[in-house]
C-alpha cells in the first residue's frame, strides 16, 4: 500500500461526504473556528492516557510483559484510546480541514552528530510496510494490538543494525501511513512501504 490512506486521493471519507476545495477544506484562511469539541477530546484522552499508565503499570505488577500486553484492561483502555484518537481526528478535520497526523511514534538519536555533506551519500531511509487484519474465530487480540508488536519489531532491528556498525540516526513506528522525517524533502516522489 502507498500513499496517504487519510488523504482525499484514497477514496476514504470516515463516513464524511465532504467537497475537498469548500469551507473547511478549502484554500482560504479559517478563523472563528470553535475549539471547545477539540479540547474537551484532548482532556478526554489525556485522562485515558493517565489512565491507561496507572492500569498498565498494576497489570505489570501481576503478570509478565507479554501476559500484560494482552490483560483485557489493557486492551480496552488501548481501544478507548484509538476511539478518543479517531474522534480528535474526526473533529480537526471537519473544523480544520486538515489531516493531523498524531498516532505516529519515532524517536531519534539525539546524541548522534549531524552528517557531514560527504555521509548524505551513505544515508538512505528504510521502510517496511504490512497489511494486517484481525484473526479470524473468536480472539482476544485486536488490530490496535499491532503497532506495539511493530514497535517491538523495530526496536529489535535497530539493535541488530547498531551491532552491525551501522548508525541509526531515527526510526518509527506508525499506523496508516509510513513515518517520514522532517528533513526528507524527497519523501512525496517516493512511495508508501514496500
Known sequence: MSGDPLGPESGHDHGHGHDHADGAHGPEPLRGVATDAMHATVDALAAALHEYVETAAGVRAEFGASEADEDPRVLALEGRVSTLNARLY???????????????????????????????????EFHLGFV????????????????????????????RLLESGFSVEGWGAARGAPVTFEDDEDSDDEGGPA
Open 132 to 159: 494486517v487484519s484481525v484473526p479470524g474465530g473468536p480472539t482476544d487480540q485486536t488490530i490496535d494490538a499491532v503497532l506495539g508488536i511493530v514497535d517491538n519489531g523495530g526496536a529489535e532491528i535497530v539493535e
Open 90 to 124: 474526526d473533529l480537526l478535520h471537519a473544523g480544520l480541514g486538515m489531516h493531523s497526523e498524531l498516532t505516529g511514534m519515532s524517536w531519534e538519536d539525539e546524541t548522534a552528530a549531524p552528517p557531514t555533506s560527504g555521509e548524505d551519500e551513505d544515508t538512505d
